[in-house]
């Protein structure tokens, strides 16, 4: 070693040339988005000069008169990723929990293993299943169930054909499960045992334990995790296709279809044969990297407002 040291000499220049390496990584980070976003709002100029911001207002989507608005496809992208959210983030605390708290050490490893291959399945396999178990289901006894116990919720009305919004959200919590399970296991095996018996030292019972031993102070890392599977719900494209309906129009009920930014932009892309047409679904592209840039950010402001000052306390 110390021959190789002597031999190399002061390794100023191989510092310099790391460190410049290193910026160069960081930097291309920056050069990335700033080119999707320049291609993005370059091939949409002219949706942009005929609608301007009206785009991301009207809610008339129209590609033979030629009458282009972005709200339905808005409202069904953040419906979804937000119900989809409102059923994954539950089940992949409880089974962090289990895994991480209570599961026997044998059964440990499988179910972990089981729980990271789901977030590996591709989305396609993830669609073919929704229509051919869970469309039935939904429509002969989930969707009957919701209608007579709370229909008067309002949420559960109209025809239900099996496909729409709610069978396309309960495909995505599927998928974002394992995303949101993993991290937050990882999160929670993080916290010092010593946090745990403290706890316990205390005359704690088991669930006292989690949520004041573990969950307090884990919770940043885990609405890290619910940040990042909300990402994947809001980009999610081929599965949403195939069960959510594919129609432009803001949904009066979980039961009715819906569009999103991703479905949209998968469907007409080949059939778009104006420039118009073209230009304006790439306007919605357009939309969806600020919906997910916008949200994203608002997600980020929770996380501070909720650990302002509370940092030292975490893990």
Known sequence: MRRFLEQRGSGAVADRTFAALMLGCALSIFAIVALILGILI??????????????????????????????PFIWGTLASAFLSLLIAVPLALGVAIFINEMCPRALRAPIAFLTELLAAIPSVVYGLWAIFVLVPIMRRSVGPFLKTFFGWTGL???????????????????????????????????????????????????????????????????????????????????????????????????????????????????????????????????????????V?????????????????RAV
């Open 296 to 312: 994203n950010a608002i997600a980020r402001l929770l996380v501070f407002m909720v650990t302002r000052g509370n940092t030292a």
């Open 156 to 294: 559960f009305r109209g025809p239900n054909f099996g496909i729409g919004l709610l069978t396309s959200s309960i495909i995505l919590a599927i998928m974002v499960l394992p995303v949101i399970s993993s991290i937050a296991r990882d999160v929670m095996k993080a916290v010092p045992n010593t946090q745990r018996e403290g706890v316990l030292a205390l005359g704690a019972t088991r669930w006292e334990m989690v949520r004041i031993g573990v969950l307090r102070n884990a919770r940043i890392g885990i609405v890290g995790a619910v940040i990042l599977g909300l990402g994947r719900a809001l980009g999610e494209t081929m599965a949403v296709t195939m069960v959510i309906g594919n129609h432009a129009a803001i949904p009066k009920s979980l039961f009715s279809p819906a569009y999103t930014l991703a479905s949209v932009i998968a469907n007409e892309f080949t059939e778009a044969t104006g420039d118009l047409y073209l230009s304006a679904l790439i306007e919605i592209g357009l939309a969806l990297f600020l919906v997910t840039i916008v």
């Open 42 to 71: 370059l091939r949409s100029r002219l949706s942009l000069h005929e609608f301007g911001f009206k785009f991301f207002l009207q809610s008339d989507w129209d590609p033979v008169r030629g009458s282009f608005g972005a709200v």
